[in-house]
């Protein structure tokens, strides 16, 4: 029978009761039992409907722990076998200072390795029950004509108020904000977060601002939509970073009837798009890093108010060159697929044209070919930068 009294990972003299070497590996072995029934009894006590997954690691790690014990406690003990067998008998007198100082140094190495083993091995295990115990992700659930919102598997009223445009470019300028919902009773706070702030140099972002947003949140019991102000903001090109608005050539600009250029970006800039596409996701991956278990942000907004504040579409000469072009068979097929159902003013402008199955945007939308042409590359445009974020 082990015995179990003095036995601790700290402790490596021998039992004052029975004498034994803790340097056996049975003599570890109930003590991590012991305290793995512990940890494992106090999850499964605050949280029993992780009974099976929890139970499940608990005996991955156990077997884990014993396995690495075993092999650590064996190799110093046949280590330290093999040294005293090699030294002669007057070896062992001269040296007798010396090898038992190189005993404590093997002794010393068995803590650290052991040590190192235990705590890779715990941080496993709490690693896969954090990756059981987080939340659902929010989503939109289409239940005949109803939508629901669902926060942690449950049906959530948002009560939102919505932050002034620069208010979460400070974080005490996000106080009184919070202290509004708060005094309102609400449970949602919506709160823009700046491209121009997030990645102030290509490729080099800063995610500040971000975590004491989602920390300002949680202090006072809030949700979050976070809005994202990216290439658009109210139509414009407001909230891009400078390096965007400083080089024209390649982040090329809108441009209006009269051939002018206005700020902002064109929804045909694939370098632009890009560009917003890996900023977005970069948010979105680390939203994901430090919120994944807490479900504070609940909803994102890709872009604000798009569109092309001054014109009714992009006159540029990669524009122009689309805009003379057939309109794309897929958005052909979708209007077939919907025909009847379309917006009112897209349907009559399609049915002013004999609801055309093909030609160029003027020949399928008449008076409305701006307009739709527009829509058309916007929505393109904020497809993209949101399934880029969705990867994540």
Same mark, same amino acid.
């Given at each position: 029978?082990?015995?179990?009294?003095?036995?601790?990972?700290?402790?490596?003299?021998?039992?004052?009761?029975?004498?034994?070497?803790?340097?056996?590996?049975?003599?570890? @072995?109930?003590?991590?039992?012991?305290?793995?029934?512990?940890?494992?009894?106090?999850?499964?006590?605050?949280?029993?409907?992780? $009974?099976?997954?929890?139970?499940?690691?608990?005996?991955?790690?156990?077997?884990?722990?014993?396995?690495?014990?075993?092999?650590?406690?064996?190799?110093?003990?046949? %280590?330290?076998?093999?040294?005293?067998?090699?030294?002669?008998? +007057?070896?062992?007198?001269?040296?007798?200072?010396?090898?038992?100082?190189?005993?404590?140094?093997?002794?010393?190495?068995?803590?650290?390795?052991?040590?190192?083993?235990?705590?890779?091995?715990?941080?496993?295990?709490?690693?896969?029950? *954090?990756?059981?115990?987080?939340?659902?992700?929010? $989503?939109?659930?289409?239940?005949?004509?109803?939508?629901?919102?669902?926060?942690?598997?449950?049906?959530?009223?948002?009560? %939102?108020? $919505?932050?002034?445009?620069?208010?979460?470019?400070?974080?005490?300028?996000?106080?009184?904000?919070?202290?509004?919902?708060?005094?309102?009773?609400?449970? =949602?706070?919506?709160?823009?977060?700046?491209?121009?702030?997030?990645?102030?140099?290509?490729?080099?972002?800063?995610?500040?601002? @971000?975590?004491?947003?989602?920390? %300002?949140?949680?202090?006072?019991?809030?949700?979050?939509?976070?809005?994202?102000?990216?290439?658009?903001?109210?139509?414009?090109?407001?909230?891009?970073?400078?390096? @965007?608005?400083?080089?024209?050539?390649?982040?090329?600009?809108?441009?209006?009837?009269?051939?002018?250029?206005?700020?902002?970006?064109?929804?045909?800039?694939?370098? *632009?798009?890009?560009?917003?596409?890996?900023?977005?996701?970069?948010?979105?991956?680390?939203? +994901?890093?430090?919120?994944?278990?807490?479900?504070?942000? @609940?909803?994102?907004?890709?872009?604000?108010? =798009?569109?092309?504040?001054? =014109?009714?579409?992009?006159?540029?000469?990669?524009?122009?060159?689309?805009?003379?072009?057939?309109?794309?068979?897929?958005?052909? =097929?979708?209007?077939?697929?919907?025909?009847?159902?379309?917006?009112?003013?897209?349907?009559?402008?399609?049915?002013?044209?004999?609801?055309?199955?093909? %030609?160029?945007?003027?020949?399928?939308?008449?008076?409305?070919?701006?307009?739709?042409?527009?829509?058309?590359?916007?929505?393109?445009?904020?497809? *993209?930068?949101?399934?880029?974020?969705? $990867?994540?």
């Amino acid at each position: 029978m082990n015995c179990l009294r003095n036995t601790r990972l700290r402790s490596h003299s021998r039992c004052t009761t029975c004498s034994k070497s803790p340097h056996a590996a049975d003599d570890y @072995i109930p003590f991590l039992q012991i305290e793995s029934l512990r940890l494992s009894k106090r999850i499964l006590r605050e949280q029993p409907e992780r $009974q099976p997954s929890c139970r499940e690691a608990a005996t991955k790690v156990w077997h884990l722990l014993i396995s690495d014990v075993k092999s650590y406690v064996g190799l110093a003990e046949a %280590g330290s076998t093999s040294l005293q067998e090699s030294l002669t008998r +007057k070896q062992k007198q001269q040296r007798g200072d010396s090898f038992k100082q190189e005993a404590t140094v093997k002794e010393s190495m068995l803590k650290t390795s052991f040590c190192a083993t235990v705590l890779l091995a715990w941080a496993t295990f709490a690693g896969s029950l *954090a990756a059981q115990s987080a939340p659902p992700i929010p $989503q939109l659930v289409h239940t005949g004509f109803r939508y629901q919102l669902l926060v942690n598997g449950k049906p959530f009223l948002m009560l %939102g108020g $919505q932050a002034h445009n620069s208010s979460a470019s400070n974080p005490k300028d996000l106080e009184p904000v919070w202290r509004s919902l708060v005094a309102m009773h609400a449970n =949602t706070a919506e709160v823009p977060l700046y491209w121009e702030l997030v990645e102030p140099q290509p490729g080099h972002f800063d995610f500040h601002l @971000i975590d004491s947003i989602i920390e %300002g949140a949680r202090q006072h019991g809030l949700h979050l939509v976070l809005l994202w102000f990216g290439t658009w903001k109210n139509g414009a090109m407001t909230y891009t970073p400078p390096w @965007i608005k400083t080089d024209p050539a390649k982040y090329f600009r809108v441009r209006n009837e009269a051939g002018q250029p206005i700020d902002v970006i064109s929804p045909l800039c694939a370098a *632009a798009r890009e560009a917003d596409e890996k900023a977005f996701a970069a948010v979105m991956q680390h939203i +994901k890093s430090v919120d994944e278990s807490e479900r504070t942000v @609940i909803m994102m907004q890709v872009e604000n108010e =798009t569109g092309l504040l001054g =014109t009714d579409r992009d006159y540029s000469p990669q524009a122009n060159t689309e805009y003379e072009s057939q309109v794309p068979a897929t958005l052909m =097929t979708y209007l077939e697929a919907h025909r009847g159902h379309l917006m009112p003013a897209l349907e009559s402008a399609w049915a002013s044209k004999h609801f055309a199955r093909s %030609g160029k945007w003027q020949d399928v939308f008449g008076d409305l070919a701006p307009e739709a042409f527009s829509a058309w590359y916007v929505a393109r445009y904020v497809n *993209a930068v949101a399934a880029a974020g969705k $990867q994540q």
